[in-house]
């Protein structure tokens, strides 16, 4: 396992709540009786998704929750990295959404309000989901990604063109820092398109984790912060490569000693660079799905809601 003294993504937040960009991420409370939810808003610098949702669920009584491990539990030797960073600058250089000509997004707006929309789903839903996993023998990643693709980039894309997901990786096992809930995340960046089908989407997350892209993004943001001039480079020239959005899974959790009524939405920081954030989190069956917009693509509220209602009619009518 590496150790590391400091928190390189910590500092990457840092750098970019200087340049008055996005450094927070949502996470919501859900109370299914009532169908309220107590919004919190995380600052990205103190811990990452994982550290806030088990930190939350800690307040709220639950006990014995462990932190997931990834399964690569040892570093790749200093070549391997290198050649994954080099396919990784490569891939990069291809981060261009296609959008229609109504929803080209302007950069210079800043994210002034959060357009969030969320949904909880069944455990009777997600019991036809699992079908659906083992019939295509694909992960539940794989499957919503690909129903948020056919809704949002049905809608947002121009049809026939590929663009970028990025989707963090859990690195906890692998790393470790001087408290857990820090920021153990790397991520790899996924391609797919409105017509890309979960088994085609399962099968790009599995090249680009055996292609070690998680490994060569993490050592990438340990080299950036170790120099301020090279991060705030970074950082202020992120504009220049743009990809779809971010898909997050906290991943599916059974917590016995939570109140029967109580469960969690999770949804990614957003920028203009990366203006769509999905969340997703499974407590007790019960799937917490939740998008936000960045207000540089024009989306009304209504509209956001409009598409979420999209994404989980497609799932009720599995």
């Known amino acids: 396992m590496e150790t590391y003294e400091t928190d390189a993504f910590s500092s990457y937040y840092e750098e970019r709540m200087n ?16 169908q309220e939810i107590a919004w919190e808003e995380i600052d990205h610098r ?22 997931p491990t990834l399964r690569q539990a040892s570093k790749p030797d200093k070549d391997s990295i290198q050649t994954a960073i080099g396919r990784a600058m490569k891939r990069k250089s291809g981060w261009k959404v296609d959008w229609k000509p109504e ?20 455990p009777d839903i997600r019991s036809k989901i699992d079908t659906k996993l083992k019939e295509q023998s694909v992960s539940l990643n794989s499957y ?7 809704v949002l980039g049905e809608y947002l894309t121009n049809k026939n063109s590929h663009y970028f997901w990025g989707m963090p990786i ?13 920021n153990h995340f790397s991520f790899i960046s996924v391609k797919t398109s409105a017509e890309g089908s979960a088994k085609e989407i399962h099968q ?24 301020p001039d090279i991060l705030n480079q970074a950082v202020s020239g992120a504009g220049g490569d743009t990809r779809i959005g971010t898909f997050s899974n906290l991943g599916e959790w059974n917590i ?8 969690w939405v999770f949804v990614p920081s957003i920028t203009p660079d990366t203006p769509i954030a999905i969340g997703t989190i499974t407590i007790n069956g019960n799937i917490g799905l939740a998008m936000n917009v960045d207000p540089s693509l024009p989306i009304s509220q209504e509209n956001i809601e409009n598409l979420m209602n999209d994404l989980y009619q497609q799932l009720l009518e599995l």
């Not at 340049?19 to 009532?34: I, M, R």
């Not at 790009?204 to 080299?223: M, N, P, V």
């Open 144 to 150: 919503l990604l690909s129903v948020v693709n056919r």
């Open 46 to 67: 103190d811990m990452d998704g994982l550290g806030a949702f088990i930190t939350a669920v800690g307040k709220s009584g639950a006990t014995h929750i462990t932190y």
């Open 204 to 227: 790009e997350i599995k090249k680009q984790l055996s292609e070690d892209e998680h490994w060569a993004y993490w050592d990438l943001f340990q080299f950036m912060a170790s120099s």
């Open 19 to 34: 340049q008055g960009k996005s450094h927070t991420f949502w996470l919501g409370k859900v109370n299914l009786l009532k």
């Open 103 to 122: 929803w080209k997004n302007d950069t210079k707006i800043k994210p002034i309000r959060n357009n969030i929309s969320w949904r909880i789903i069944s």
């Open 170 to 182: 859990n690195m906890r096992g692998a790393v470790k820092m001087p408290h857990p809930s820090q």
């Open 256 to 263: 016995e000693n939570l109140d029967k009524d109580d469960r």
